[in-house]
C-alpha cells in the first residue's frame, strides 16, 4: 500500500539553525499538510499545499517557515532559525482531495526534531 | 469555530473488556469525521471514518456512529485486544478549508 515517506526520522539542530524536513506524499495525491505534535500535547495544523501554493497557514505558520514543493515528489518544511519551542514531531500529510468530502488524509511516521 | 474535544487518557482496560472512548466535537459547517490510530513510535493510521449524519464508520472490529444531534463519534470495540493498546485521536474536517482539527489524544492500555 502507498504510503508517505518522511526524512530524517530524527533530526537534532542548535538553536538558531536552518532545518529542512522532507516527506514524499503518496504520488497521486494532490493536497499536502504539515503538522506538528508537541509532546503530549495535540496534533496541530501548520499549512496546507494545493497546486503549488499555500491554500491555508495556521497562526504558528510564521515567517519563520517555509513550504516548497521543488519537484513533482519531495515537499519539504523548513524553518529558517529555529527556536526552542520549534522542538516537536512534524508529520507531513497527503490526500487525493479535500477532507469534507470524506477523503482522510494520509500521514507519515513524522520526524522528531530537537532544538538544542 | 471547528473544534474536538475527547475524553482524558489514559484509560486501562483488560483484554476482551468492551471500549468506548468519547468524542465531541463544535463545527460550523458539516464535517467528516475521523479516528487515527498511534501505535508506539509510528505515525497517525486512519481507522475509521464517516462522512454524514448517521453513518457509521467501521474497521477491525471499531465503530463509530456519526451522531449530529448530539455532535458526538463515539469509538466503540465489543472485545479489545494487548494489540490495540496505542493512541487514538478523534479529527474532524469541515471540507472547507482543508486542515483537520484533532482531539487531544486518548491512550488506551489493554493488559492481558
Known amino acids: 500500500e502507498p504510503e508517505v515517506t518522511q526524512t530524517p526520522s530524527h533530526q537534532v539542530t542548535q538553536m538558531g539553525q536552518e532545518v529542512i524536513l522532507r516527506c514524499v506524499p503518496i504520488?497521486?495525491?494532490?493536497?499536502f499538510y504539515w503538522y506538528r505534535q508537541i509532546l503530549g500535547q495535540k496534533v496541530e495544523f501548520l499549512v496546507s499545499?494545493?497546486?503549488?501554493?499555500?491554500?491555508?497557514k495556521s497562526e504558528i505558520f510564521d515567517d519563520q517557515f517555509s513550504v516548497e514543493r521543488p519537484d513533482g515528489s519531495n515537499f519539504t518544511l523548513k524553518i529558517r532559525s529555529t527556536k526552542l519551542e520549534d522542538s516537536a514531531m512534524y508529520f507531513c500529510?497527503?490526500?487525493?482531495?479535500?477532507?469534507?468530502?470524506?477523503?482522510?488524509?494520509?500521514f507519515g511516521d513524522g520526524t522528531r526534531l530537537s532544538i538544542l | 469555530g471547528n473544534s474536538v474535544t475527547q475524553m482524558e487518557g489514559p484509560v486501562t482496560l483488560s483484554e476482551e473488556a468492551f471500549l468506548t472512548i468519547n468524542c465531541t466535537y463544535t463545527?460550523?459547517?458539516?464535517?467528516?469525521l475521523f479516528w487515527y490510530v498511534q501505535y508506539p513510535g509510528e505515525g497517525l493510521q486512519l481507522l475509521l471514518k464517516?462522512?454524514?449524519?448517521?453513518d457509521k464508520g467501521s474497521n477491525k472490529g471499531f465503530e463509530a456512529t456519526y451522531r449530529k444531534e448530539t455532535t458526538s463519534f463515539h469509538l466503540e470495540k465489543g472485545s479489545v485486544q494487548v494489540s490495540d493498546s496505542a493512541v487514538y485521536f478523534c479529527?474532524?474536517?469541515?471540507?472547507?478549508?482543508?486542515?483537520?482539527?484533532f482531539g487531544s489524544g486518548t491512550k488506551l492500555n489493554v493488559k492481558p
Open positions: 500529510a497527503s490526500s487525493v482531495g479535500v477532507g469534507g468530502s470524506g477523503q482522510p488524509q494520509h
Open positions: 479529527a474532524l474536517s469541515d471540507g472547507y478549508f482543508n486542515k483537520f482539527y
Open positions: 463545527a460550523t459547517g458539516y464535517p467528516s
Open positions: 504520488s497521486n495525491h494532490l493536497y
Open positions: 464517516a462522512t454524514k449524519a448517521d
Open positions: 499545499f494545493y497546486n503549488n501554493e499555500i491554500s491555508e
